[in-house]
């Protein structure tokens, strides 16, 4: 297994609310700083940088190129031929850098269209000095042409090297554009819902834009990773938005769910929150609107300190947010490790169970019913963790039982609950918040197992 990380492989994550989407983790130093993009344009790097432009806009500086070599196999030294004087080149494929920008999500791994540069579109390539020379993708093959660093083992500026036309291998290259429109989304037909008791209501990009609590600000957010995203977002307030359907108050309980079902819920209490600047749902990102993923909408914090929040807490593409006006409930999970300790609270704990959504059929004996949960499994809520034999569940009045890590390891059938019944109902005070159960037909059951309700710390055993 692998170390831990509050993601636990939830975010990955993640993430609508997770996942993990957003602009290139900041880096300062030139070791350090990686390419990492995804949407919108990167922080200001070290170094030389590269202006792209696509469907979407980002940078590329030299540290992220530098990174990139140091921790990326997609680096490498190919023999070409210019003028008829042979050379090593060193540096990675175009179309590592086009992947950046040829698809609105930009999200990280990048994925380069293939389809797309197939169909053909131009790049032009545009140096220092104001040269520029544009290629056709339908005469170019993604495999033969390189942004390289190197030439003969000694460093150059930027520049473009490949089998093409001597005409296109361009020094100090400053910019990169793609014949790939925008995409325009303000005049798209998303529509935002709001579901607030019994009342719903509806708003388009344009219609939230022109509404007077628009508002534009610096913010971030640091995933679970310890990668901080920062940009400055555009987009309403939240707050003043849903006071015009309901009161909220420290117990107010609001679902956000996303255009891909995945859902996360936000007590009154942190939106309240308003010290260090406002929550708002934001659906610009440095001025252009961002796309599908992590768009439309997006929920961040912004203000003049350029207010932090967690990367769960930044929930993506929503789609509806739901009041059904009852209370929030939160609560904490410890996890006890080897070496450390941490704490999931209740958002880090949805957002493990809706991304991973491992669902069992618990029967419990002593009533003789059949019962459908839906959690996490044990084996992914620790997967990051390391050199562990078994597993203590321990209950909030003590009770706790001990399961061997090897019985554990990939049984989905073994989990941590969170919800239940067929409409996934969070549990009942009774048995919640969470609950370890495992599945009736299981094909491992681990040797000792006993249902653990009121679940509040899983501790790891050498």
């Known amino acids: 297994m692998n170390k831990l990380s509050v993601a636990i492989s939830f975010l990955v994550i993640i993430g609508m609310m997770g996942c993990t989407s957003g602009p290139v983790p900041t880096a300062p130093d030139m070791e350090n700083a990686v390419a990492d993009a995804v949407s919108t344009a990167t ?31 997609a680096y490498v030294e190919v023999e070409l031929e210019k003028r008829g004087e042979p050379g090593v080149y060193g540096g990675i494929p175009l179309s590592e850098v086009v992947a950046m920008v040829d698809d609105a999500s930009g999200s990280m791994p990048y994925e380069f269209q293939a389809e797309l540069w197939s169909r053909g579109y131009d790049i032009t390539l545009t140096a220092a000095d104001g040269y520029s020379s544009t290629i056709s993708t339908l005469e170019v093959d993604p495999d033969e042409i390189f942004l390289v660093n190197t030439v003969n ?20 290259l400053v ?9 325009n989304l303000a005049a798209n037909d998303f529509e935002l819902t709001l579901e607030i008791n019994d009342t719903v209501s509806s708003y388009t990009i344009a219609e939230l834009e022109a509404l007077p609590i628009y508002i534009e600000g610096p ?14 977002y555009g987009g309403v307030k939240l707050v003043p ?3 015009e359907y309901m009161e909220i108050s420290d117990e107010t309980s609001l679902t956000i769910v996303a255009m891909d079902g995945y859902e996360m819920t936000f007590g009154g209490e942190m939106l309240l929150d308003q010290d260090d600047g406002d929550w708002i749902l934001a659906f610009k990102e440095n001025g252009a609107y961002m796309p599908e993923d992590p768009g439309y909408i997006r929920l ?23 009041s059904e006006g009852r209370p929030f409930r939160n609560f904490q999970l410890e996890i006890v490790g080897l070496e450390e300790t941490e704490i999931f609270d209740r958002q880090t704990m949805q957002s493990g169970v809706t991304t991973n959504r491992n669902r069992v059929t618990y029967f419990d004996r002593r009533n003789e019913t059949a019962t459908a949960y839906l959690g996490i499994s044990v084996w992914r809520l620790l997967e990051r963790l390391e050199g562990y034999s078994a597993v203590t569940i321990e209950a909030e009045d003590g009770f706790a039982v001990t399961l061997s890590n090897d019985q554990l390891e990939g049984n989905d059938d073994v989990i941590i609950a969170m919800y239940e019944g067929a409409d996934d109902e969070l549990l009942s005070d009774d048995e919640g918040p969470l609950r370890l159960v495992w599945d009736q037909e299981a094909e491992i059951v681990p040797e000792g197992i006993k249902s653990v309700k009121n679940v509040i710390r899983v501790i790891l055993v050498r």
Do not use: C
Not at 153 to 169: K, L, R, Y
Not at 223 to 228: A, R
């Open 43 to 73: 922080p200001d790097g070290e170094g030389w940088m590269i202006s792209l432009k696509g469907v979407r806009e980002d940078e590329l500086w030299q540290s992220d190129f530098l990174r990139w070599k140091l921790e990326s196999d």
């Open 153 to 172: 083992g000694e460093e150059v500026s930027p520049q473009i090297a490949g089998n093409i036309s001597s005409g296109a291998w361009v020094r100090d």
């Open 175 to 183: 910019e990169i554009e793609l014949s790939l429109a925008p995409v």
């Open 219 to 232: 913010g971030q957010y640091t995933n679970s990773y310890g990668n901080t995203f920062g940009a400055v």
């Open 241 to 243: 938005l849903l006071r």
């Open 300 to 322: 961040v914090k912004i203000g003049p300190e350029n207010p932090n929040i967690e990367g769960h807490a930044s929930a993506r593409m929503i789609a509806r947010i739901i």
